[in-house]
T-cell receptor, first 116, second 107 residues
Framework: GAGVSQSPRYKVAKRGQDVALRCDPI?????LFWYQQALGQGPEFLTY????????KSGLPSDRFFAERPEGSVSTLKIQRTQQEDSAVYLC??????????????FGPGTRLTVL | RKEVEQDPGPFNVPEGATVAFNCTYS??????FFWYRQDCRKEPKLLMS???SGNEDGRFTAQLNRASQYISLLIRDSKLSDSATYLC????????FGAGTTVTVRA
């Protein structure tokens, strides 16, 4: 079956540009997570959705980062006025149940963002 | 202090060797632990859960020491295909990852 998909796979932006990264979770999955992975580091939590509700955005590094999941399926992570330190791989993960279960999180292939 | 600390390696081992590494975590209340595997430029994939009593999955053995707050992974009879970065993960509703331990198995 189809896994988690993300688009675009690669994005190059000039400093100051806005970008939008899309995640299509596995159909029917309740939970959706965004993670940021810098080079040589493990993924770092950004935000969590349970259906359309954003229950945790404590990991978003600044108010330039905004995420939404308006219909409880597809999610978009938007970064405004990109900076070089935003360069990273942005990973989306989904799981079938609400997050307090240890249900497996399935990761998408990521979007590699490079800010020049 | 990061929530999950790992020895970054790299561990370079010949085929057939045994390699072991561990990680430490800071939150003593954490309940669930995992090892994920990440190949170069790929997404992380679940390798195995880690249970208090220790558990095996084929050539992989995971151990948890709650008193010392560390988790270990041992790979027996290493294969070339085991070359990857192994991420130690603590689950507290969201996943907290270590920076990863790089393992390279050479022929």
């Amino acid at each position: 079956g189809a896994g988690v998909s993300q688009s675009p796979r690669y994005k190059v932006a000039k400093r100051g540009q806005d970008v939008a990264l899309r995640c299509d979770p596995i159909s029917g999955h309740v939970s959706l997570f965004w993670y940021q992975q810098a080079l040589g580091q493990g993924p770092e939590f950004l935000t969590y959705f349970q259906n359309e509700a954003q229950l945790d955005k404590s990991g978003l590094p600044s108010d330039r980062f905004f995420a939404e999941r308006p219909e409880g399926s597809v999610s978009t992570l938007k970064i405004q006025r990109t900076q070089q330190e935003d360069s990273a791989v942005y990973l989306c993960a989904s799981s079938l149940e609400a997050a307090f279960s240890t249900d497996t999180q399935y990761f998408g292939p990521g979007t590699r963002l490079t800010v020049l | 202090r990061k929530e999950v600390e790992q020895d970054p390696g790299p561990f370079n081992v010949p085929e057939g060797a045994t390699v072991a590494f561990n990680c430490t975590y800071s939150n003593s209340a954490s309940q669930s632990f995992f090892w994920y595997r990440q190949d170069c430029r790929k997404e992380p994939k679940l390798l195995m859960s880690v249970y208090s009593s220790g558990n095996e999955d084929g050539r992989f053995t995971a151990q948890l020491n709650r008193a010392s707050q560390y988790i270990s992974l041992l790979i027996r009879d290493s294969k070339l295909s085991d070359s990857a970065t192994y991420l130690c993960v603590v689950f507290d509703y969201k996943l907290s990852f270590g920076a990863g331990t790089t393992v390279t198995v050479r022929a």
